[in-house]
């Protein structure tokens, strides 16, 4: 009888310590969605020397990538202030598909769903106190779209890539948790030509131009380049509540040794 009273007060202190694990576990992620997005990397182009290119490749999809590696600026910042780490330069390498014709989402605006790709950003120069060469930020994804208003040139499109949809992310300067990536974008700027469809008129100076919007059908962006500048956010929760965390989790694995300990003391 004592040894089965023992057995359920293990179980019962066991059983606390899973509920107070996750109950920090959940407290942190209402943290993680209090906390305010911090650009933790900004990357930009000082020309209007074209970067990107778009191909729509007919039956196969389309793809929108780096023209070759392209050699960024970038800021680096402080994942829990926002301060800046430093200023430097940066090797960035993009590669998008997908297969999604145009979807209309309202007026002269238009949306096309990435199927993934991979993105990284590799420091050609020192940024602050880190290092040439370093993996600054690289990733795979899935989902995503690349959004246009037609017809359009400077400032109408924009990459969007939501944060649950990264993956094997890796960096050299952040770690993964207690920060969370929210989110990449880019935005496209003189586009040449113009972002429009096949059957669309770019527009000309002094005209308007790009009457006769398809309604629906089976219709993607014609070919362009542009040059990009883009950013990553993130968010950490409340060092106060990750320091908790941190320490339920500690809690429920010294349950686990505990039990396991006693478990074979009595055998």
């Known amino acids: 009888m004592g040894v089965a009273r023992e057995g359920v007060a293990r179980m019962r202190t066991f059983l606390k310590s899973m509920i107070a694990a996750a109950a920090i576990t959940f407290s942190s992620v209402a943290a993680y969605a209090a906390a305010p997005p911090i650009t933790i990397i900004s990357e930009f182009q000082l020309s209007g020397t074209p ?19 392209q050699s960024v600026f970038v800021t680096v910042n402080d994942i829990f202030t926002g301060a800046s780490i430093g200023v430097g330069t940066a090797n960035f390498l993009f590669n998008g598909t997908g297969t ?30 880190i290092a040439s060469g370093t993996n600054l930020l690289s990733l795979t994804w ?30 050299g300067v952040f770690d993964f948790p207690p920060a969370r990536l929210l989110d990449f974008s ?68 010294l349950a686990r040794r505990r039990n396991n300990r006693q478990v074979t003391v009595a055998a």
């Open 142 to 171: 899935t989902g995503g779209s690349l959004d246009a208003t037609i017809p359009g040139t400077v400032g109408s499109a924009r990459v969007s890539l939501p944060g649950g949809a990264f993956s094997n992310v890796t960096s």
């Open 186 to 253: 880019i935005a496209l700027s003189n586009a040449t030509p113009c972002i429009t469809f096949a059957e669309v008129a770019c527009p000309v100076r002094g005209g308007v131009g790009g009457e006769n919007l398809p309604d629906s059908g089976e219709v993607r962006f014609s070919n362009f380049t542009a040059s990009q500048q883009g950013g990553f956010t993130a968010a950490v929760p409340e060092p106060g509540t990750w320091a908790m965390m941190l320490a339920g989790f500690g809690l429920v694995g």
């Open 51 to 69: 970067t990107m290119q778009y191909t729509d490749s007919g039956a196969s999809g389309w793809s929108l990538s780096t023209i070759g590696t």
């Open 100 to 129: 999604s014709f145009a979807v209309n989402t309202s007026g002269d605006d238009w949306s096309q769903a990435f199927t993934g790709g991979t993105l990284s950003l590799i420091s050609t120069s020192a940024i602050g106190t």
